[in-house]
Each structure stands twice: as structure tokens, then as C-alpha cells.
């Protein structure tokens, strides 16, 4: 089956700590991207990927890192710059620039203790 | 001015009847907008795009397109009690080279047996 999977569902971090999200597609999609929301808000964009070895930042980028080696992958690493990392984390992809319906992973969950 | 607002809701319409559901954007230079649906604690799943004005019916869902007056929305006809979630709009952000989706806040929809 086509997809996309996020791992882990759920993230415990302590404080200082980074911590990698990963997000594995087989739609043969050349955009990634990932977004974090947070209570009452809208879906806020991260960094996103047109193709492999590509990436830019989105709205959010302070404190978040990624790398996107292959077509099907693209980890975020959520660093401990980032002030307030709690959140839901969801990855998407598209085929690219001029199809962007996008299509979200199943989310990781990110508590900071 | 927020680039994509919903009204937060949440809207209650019983078993059977027609969910309304607005989205206003700001950029006039948008032409791809989405429909996402979000049940809680889950991620966003897409269900309907349009990209021109007027109608666009897929089953009991219908999305409507102004662009002049830079207004998209979703009825949901023969409302279901699992069709209760919350509803995201996403606009994308600019009309030439790579497009960003903005999303709102959502609009949360309550169907009542």
C-alpha cells in the first residue's frame, strides 16, 4: 500500500535534548514537507523539500533541522533551540511544485518533560 | 488580517441535515484551494480541491469557489455523525514558482444523531 509513516507516534524529550522525527513516503512524490500544530492553531510550515538535496525553510524554521538524502525520506531533527517543542508534528508530501495536493502522515506527538 | 480564517465553530447540524462550512482568504493571486478534514487526535486527511469558480460536487460533498470575493467553502449534504471533525481550509500562497498552502484554524462540526 502507498503511504506515508511517520515514526515514533508518540516522543517523550527532555529538556536540551535533540530529538529526530522520521517520515518515510513510497507515492514516488518529489515534495516533502513538515508542519507542527498546536492548539488552536492552524498548521504552521517547518521546512520543506522540492526534490533530493533541496530543502528551505518555511515560517517556523528557528530550532528544526532536516535532510533529505533520498527521495522517500525526509527526518526533521527538532533541536534544543526550539523554545517550545510540544506539539504534533505531521509530515506531507505532493508530487511537486505544480500538483500540491498534499497528503499528511499519521503525525508524531512531541512532549517536552 | 489573517491570511486564511475560518470561523472556529464549533457548527451543530443533526443527523440528516446541510453542513455549511466558509473559508475567506487574502491573497487574490491564490488558485489552488483544499479541503481538509481532521477527526481529534488524528491528521489532516484531504477531501475535495478546486481550482476554478463555481462548483465541484463528489458525493455528499460539494466545494464552491469565488475568487472575487476571495471565498471558498464545503457543504456537506445528508450529514452523518461520523462526518463530525474539524474542518480545515488551505489556500496556497502566491501563484508563481513554488506554492506554499496556508492553512486556517478549522472549523469544528458537530452532527447530532
Known amino acids: 500500500d502507498g503511504g506515508i509513516t511517520q515514526s515514533p507516534k508518540y516522543l517523550f524529550r527532555k529538556e536540551g535534548q535533540n530529538v529526530t522525527l522520521s517520515c518515510e513516503q513510497n507515492l514516488n512524490h518529489d515534495a516533502m514537507y513538515w508542519y507542527r500544530q498546536d492548539p488552536g492553531q492552524g498548521l504552521r510550515l517547518i521546512y520543506y523539500s522540492q526534490i533530493v538535496n533541496d530543502f528551505q525553510k518555511g515560517d517556523i524554521a528557528e530550532g528544526y533541522s532536516v535532510s533529505r538524502e533520498k527521495k522517500e525520506s525526509f527526518p526533521l ?37 | 488580517q489573517k491570511e486564511v480564517e ?14 455549511s462550512l466558509n473559508c475567506t482568504y487574502s491573497d487574490r493571486g491564490s488558485q489552488s484551494f ?6 481529534s487526535g488524528k491528521s489532516p486527511e484531504l477531501i475535495m ?61 458537530l452532527v447530532s444523531p
Do not use: M
Not at chain 2, 34 to 39: L, M, S
Open chain 1, 77 to 113: 531533527t527538532v533541536t534544543s533551540a526550539q523554545k517550545n517543542p510540544t506539539a504534533f508534528y505531521l509530515c506531507a508530501s505532493s508530487f511537486g511544485v505544480y500538483h500540491n495536493e498534499q497528503f499528511f502522515g499519521p503525525g508524531t506527538r512531541l512532549t517536552v518533560l
Open chain 2, 6 to 19: 475560518q470561523n472556529s465553530g464549533p457548527l451543530s447540524v443533526p443527523e440528516g441535515a446541510i453542513a
Open chain 2, 34 to 39: 483544499f479541503w481538509y478534514r481532521q477527526y
Open chain 2, 49 to 109: 480541491s478546486i481550482y476554478s469558480n463555481g462548483d465541484k460536487e463528489d458525493g455528499r460533498f460539494t466545494a464552491q469557489l469565488n475568487k472575487a470575493s476571495q471565498y471558498v467553502s464545503l457543504l456537506i449534504r445528508d450529514s452523518q455523525p461520523s462526518d463530525s471533525a474539524t474542518y480545515l481550509c488551505a489556500v496556497n500562497r502566491g501563484n508563481t514558482g513554488f506554492q506554499k498552502l496556508v492553512f486556517g484554524t478549522g472549523t469544528r462540526l
